[in-house]
Structures are given as C-alpha cells and as structure tokens.
C-alpha cells in the first residue's frame, strides 16, 4: 500500500537517490553534496515541506512544495516547486496521491492558492493537474539564471 508522509531528517539518505534520478531526469547537475546539504537545511528549518511517496519501505516519488507570499492576496500561496515519480512507479496513482496531499497540505497552511509548473509537452501532467482543478494559466512567465 502507497504511504504518504512529510520527509524528516532520517529520510535524507533516500531522499538523495530520488534527489539523483530527478536531477538527472530534468539534466541538472550540481553536486549531490551541494543537493544534500540544501535540503538538510530545508528539512531542519523546515521552510519547505516535502512530502514523500513510499511502498513498504521503499521511496518512489515526492512533491515539495515552497511558500509563495501575495501582496495583493495578503496571503501565503504555496507553490509546487519539484514533483517527481521513479519510471517504473508512474501510471499507478503516486503523482495523484501527493498532488491530493499537497492540496491537504495547502489547505491545512490556509494557502491562497497552489501554483505549479510544468513542461508544455508533459501530456499526462496536464491531465492530471487538471483533474485535480488546475487550470492553465495563459500569463507569460520568465524566466532568468542569476546563478554565477
């Protein structure tokens, strides 16, 4: 049976191997050292929430979600920042389970609302956010690097 749970510090190790694949499925490479050390610091400050997908005790997927704050709503928003399922795990309802435990999560923080992002050629994202009641936001949206 699929178990949803926010990731805690003891959940680093496994984290990282999802962490990894992830990574090198979006071909994005920092240093797992610098990946590992950044979410240790998000999971201690608990700044960000993390919600971890498991069958028995093996981790197949995560949804992290980051705080977004509207002036014009004057209100916290959350954002879905990272959203990823191992291969072999898709098409067997985890993305559906963290998405509904992201909207729980949202709901709980009292969020305005819960934006995310997606490639445009992810088709069955697309669907499956949109069953959830996202709707496709026709606005521009940018994008820079300031990284060095």
């Known amino acids: 049976m699929l178990h949803i749970a926010k990731a805690e510090l003891n959940d680093l190790d496994a984290l990282m191997v999802l962490f990894d694949q992830y990574q090198r499925w979006l071909a994005i490479r920092p240093p797992l050292s610098q990946t590992r050390a950044f979410t240790e610091q998000r999971l201690r400050e608990q700044d960000t929430c993390i919600l971890t997908a498991s069958y028995q005790s093996s981790m197949v997927g995560f949804v992290h979600l980051t705080p977004l704050y509207s002036l014009a709503r004057a209100r916290r928003g959350l954002i879905i920042n990272d959203l990823y399922v191992q ?12 998405i ?7 709901r709980a923080r ?6 995310l992002q ?9 669907h499956l956010f949109e069953s959830f009641g996202f709707i496709c936001d026709v606005s521009q949206y940018y994008f820079l690097d300031v990284t060095d």
């Open 87 to 98: 291969p072999d795990s898709r098409r067997q309802g985890v993305a559906r389970a963290l």
């Open 100 to 106: 509904s435990h992201a909207l729980k999560e949202a």
């Open 110 to 115: 009292q969020a305005a609302c819960l934006l």
């Open 118 to 126: 997606t490639h445009q050629s992810n088709h069955a994202a697309h």
